[in-house]
């Protein structure tokens, strides 16, 4: 197999499900031959597994020492906080998975500060990701985070519906926060070739059955715990490695990536635009939309302002003023 690079990818939290899958992916992708498991808890067992898997070109290592892990990593992806339960919305893990950011950030910091990128998946992410990025001392384009399964939950619903492939439903974005506050964005989808817009508000797709969807596409992390009493794994998984894989010099991403944000209308926040994933790190444009759609990301920032000034409340961050002093990029 030809892979992308030799350089060091570390998974984080690798011993949970999300991050044994991970490790599967970044392999059958054929990322890196360079490649560390590190977990809290040993994730030796995941690493046999895929030595047992017969990636045999590979250098497979395991490690519950964060320094060892660490040293040297050039990319890290971290799935490594609490899980989502039913009942639960990605707030709720607000406090305790930041705390976490904040160590994650540190160590970076301490241990790999020539890393070239970091995702952040684990939630709510927007805010882990903002948090990371903010002690690891990093750019701001080093460190992104998982916003396109939004995108995908869309795309997945049209196809359903109109009962075409999924690559016959493009344009599909969701852009803001990762959670229910999410703004949808429909103006620029095609349902194989014709324009949404045309097709919403007949008989075929009534404007409430549009509106249903939306909502269900911000909900849909609720729904798989639903359908399979856990929180998803295989999706965001598959999802962070493709962005990893991008920033590598591989394939384009595909979707909007939560990057970090300071314009002169949205300050301190990292949220999904319109971005472009490379191995030049993340670039975002502004997303373009109908007045109603622009109306949805800007109440989507408002709710992620309050969480991140939530974080200050809680003594996880200081007050903005000070983020440069912990992180002169900011």
């Not at 607000?94 to 976490?100: D, H, Q, R, S």
């Not at 999924?166 to 014709?194: D, L, R």
């Amino acid at each position: 197999m030809q892979y992308l690079t030799n350089e060091k990818l570390v998974i984080v939290g690798a011993a949970g499900m999300i991050g044994s899958n991970m490790a599967q992916s970044a392999l059958m992708m054929g990322l890196t031959t360079n490649l560390c498991l590190y977990d809290v808890f040993s994730p030796e067992g995941v690493a046999e597994e895929m030595r047992q898997s017969g990636f045999d070109e590979v250098n497979i290592t395991a490690t519950t020492d964060v320094a060892e892990a660490f040293k040297d990593a050039k990319y890290i992806i971290s799935s490594g906080g609490a899980p989502r339960k039913e009942g639960m919305t990605r707030e709720d893990l607000l406090a305790g998975n930041c705390k976490i950011a904040e160590e994650l950030g540190k160590n970076i910091k301490t241990y790999c500060p020539d890393v070239k990128h970091v995702v952040i998946i684990f939630n709510p992410a927007d805010l882990t990701g903002l948090v990371t990025l903010l002690y690891s001392g990093l750019k701001p384009g080093q460190v992104t985070t998982l916003a396109g399964l939004d995108s995908t939950r869309l795309q997945n619903a049209l196809a359903k519906k109109f009962g075409v492939m999924m690559n016959q439903v493009t344009g599909c974005a969701t852009y803001g926060g990762h959670g229910e506050q999410m703004a949808v964005f429909g103006s620029a989808v095609k349902i194989a070739g014709k324009p949404l817009t045309d097709i919403i508000g007949t008989a075929e797709f009534p404007e409430e059955e549009w509106e249903q969807m939306k909502k269900d596409v911000t909900q849909g992390g609720a729904a798989i715990i639903k359908l399979r009493g856990r929180s998803s794994f295989q999706s965001p998984s598959y999802l962070s490695v493709e962005m990893i894989r991008s920033v590598m010099g591989g394939e384009a991403f595909r979707f909007p990536a939560g990057t970090y944000v300071s314009n002169e209308k949205y300050d301190h926040i990292m949220m999904a635009m319109d971005t472009v994933l490379d191995k030049n790190g993340c670039s975002y444009k502004m997303p373009v939309g109908t007045e109603e759609e622009i109306a949805k990301l800007d109440a989507s920032y408002a709710h992620l302002c309050k969480m991140r000034d939530e974080l200050v409340t809680l003594n996880i961050v200081p007050a903005i003023s000070e983020w440069s002093k912990i992180n002169p990029n900011l």
